[in-house]
């Protein structure tokens, strides 16, 4: 079974920077576009960033365009997601996962087949 293990996060303070990863079990991530998601206690799971199975195409949330990044290394098989200029809103636990689909099924968390368990970042201000 394909697993997904996010890891990189932590407590940081307001401006600060991180970088998340989410590593497959298996060699199959290159097939497969490729998105971050995060849950505040209490909301719903929102779409942060994604990117499609070559890695050309990305996209963000207007709440983190210009101050997050999202790649990935299929040689590794795993995915990045560089936060810089972190914000207390930012605090969230982010979830990785993959997909069949395309743009702009890929801000849906419903096109994700398969998700990791999560991985909490905290911004203090």
């Known amino acids: 079974q394909v697993q997904l293990v996010e890891s990189g996060g932590g407590v940081v303070q307001t401006g600060d920077s991180l970088r998340l990863s989410c590593a497959a079990s298996?060699?199959?991530?290159?097939?497969?576009?490729m998105g971050w998601f995060r849950q505040a206690p209490g909301k719903e799971r929102d779409f942060v960033a994604a990117?499609?199975?070559?890695?050309?195409?990305?996209y963000y949330a207007d709440s983190v365009k210009g101050r997050f990044i999202i790649s990935r290394d299929n040689a590794k098989n795993t995915v990045y997601l560089q936060m810089n200029s972190l914000k207390p809103d930012d605090t969230a636990v982010y979830y990785c996962?993959?997909?069949?689909?395309?743009?702009?099924?890929?801000?849906?968390?419903?096109?994700?087949?398969?998700w990791g368990q999560g991985t909490q970042v905290t911004v203090s201000s």
């Open positions: 996962a993959a997909s069949r689909s395309e743009w702009p099924q890929l801000s849906g968390a419903g096109y994700y087949a398969y």
């Open positions: 990117i499609g199975w070559i890695g050309s195409n990305t």
């Open positions: 298996e060699h199959f991530l290159s097939s497969y576009a």
